[in-house]
């Protein structure tokens, strides 16, 4: 029942081959002569693009190939080798779950899926370092818990195992349900003496990528340096999106622990309601293992995360 209704939910893609070290997808799809990344993907412009292909497998498992630029925005610019951010893999993920979705878009009354929560997991030692301009990724895709209503998808969970050289390094998790579309609470507004911590401090690479500032009494909020960051926060949104939202309790865990972006090994987050772009209240807590985040906005609980931290 599950594999019929996947069939009949998602597209099919041209089979791809194993070749003994990794899947080879097949040829990247098309819509209608215009790329299904630009159509589906919800992108505005191919630098933003880290999928190249996706291939179906099977009823309910595919293949795909990403390629992750050393020079992305979100990486350092190190002179040797480059470690890619983790929100690559989470972006990367996204990408791979949109495609998913028919080729068209949105019909009236259709909404669009958005992730809703997701969970990461690395494991250092295989983690890929780009010392050129780019890393070919490998990704095994597979698709869970499809809810659809007249024949047309409105929820389900995808799980990526990504793999270089053949050798798997992480997995991603993610669900998406259909958008609400509800507007997010009006921001609180931020006084006086709000201080921006630095870029090391919160893990990130760049200054415009800290998203959260420090307000009166020692609050931490959400407060980005550059509100239409063209990964974080694309198109200026008043409610952050998942992505900005796992960033957020990232920075926030690094910022209150001292940690470095170096010791995450695991990231989880939930968006239980619209989190504002700016004044949104994110606390944590230090746990064995890392530590908890909650994200409040006017008074209330919008969204919840953690973050898994390897220690010496």
Same mark, same amino acid.
Not at 233 to 252: F, K, N, S, Y
């Given at each position: ?223 980005? !340096?550059? *509100?239409?960051?063209? &990964? @974080?926060? /694309? $198109? %200026?949104? #008043? !409610?952050? *999106?998942?992505?900005? &939202? @796992?960033? /957020? $309790? %990232?920075? #926030? ?60």
């Amino acid at each position: 029942m599950h594999d019929v209704a996947t069939d009949q939910a998602f597209d099919a893609f041209d089979r791809g081959h194993d070749d003994g070290i990794h899947m080879r997808p097949g040829p990247k799809p098309v819509a209608g002569g215009v790329p299904l990344a630009l159509r589906c993907l919800g992108l505005e412009t191919m630098a933003s693009l880290l999928v190249v292909s996706l291939s179906r497998l099977g009823s309910r498992c595919y293949a795909g190939l990403c390629q992750w630029p050393r020079l992305h925005p979100l990486n350092d610019r190190a002179v040797t080798a480059v470690a890619h951010h983790p929100l690559i893999m989470v972006e990367s993920t996204r990408q791979l779950a949109l495609a998913l979705e028919r080729e068209h878009p949105p019909e009236a009354g259709r909404a669009r899926l958005e992730p809703v929560s997701v969970s990461l997991g690395l494991r250092l030692q295989s983690r890929p370092v780009e010392r050129g301009s780019a890393t070919d990724v490998g990704a095994r895709v597979s698709v869970s818990d499809l809810v659809t209503e007249a024949g047309l998808t409105v929820a389900h969970r995808v799980t990526v195992d990504y793999l270089h050289a053949g050798e798997p390094f992480g997995s991603c998790t993610m669900r998406l349900t259909r958008s609400s579309n509800t507007a997010a609470p009006t921001s609180e507004r931020l006084l006086p003496g709000l201080l921006h911590p630095s870029a090391a401090a919160v893990g990130a690479a760049h200054e415009s990528d800290v998203i959260l500032a420090r307000a009166p009494q020692g609050r931490v909020v959400t407060a980005p !340096r550059d *509100p239409g960051h063209p &990964v @974080l926060l /694309a $198109g %200026r949104p #008043a !409610r952050m *999106p998942l992505l900005a &939202v @796992l960033e /957020a $309790g %990232r920075q #926030a865990v690094l910022l209150n622990s001292g940690m470095t972006a170096s010791a995450v090994i695991g990231l989880r987050a939930e968006v239980r309601a619209p989190v504002p772009s700016r004044g949104a209240l994110v606390e944590t807590t230090a746990e064995p293992a890392g530590a908890r985040f909650v994200v409040t906005a006017g008074g209330r609980l919008a969204a919840t995360g953690a973050v898994t931290l390897c220690t010496p």
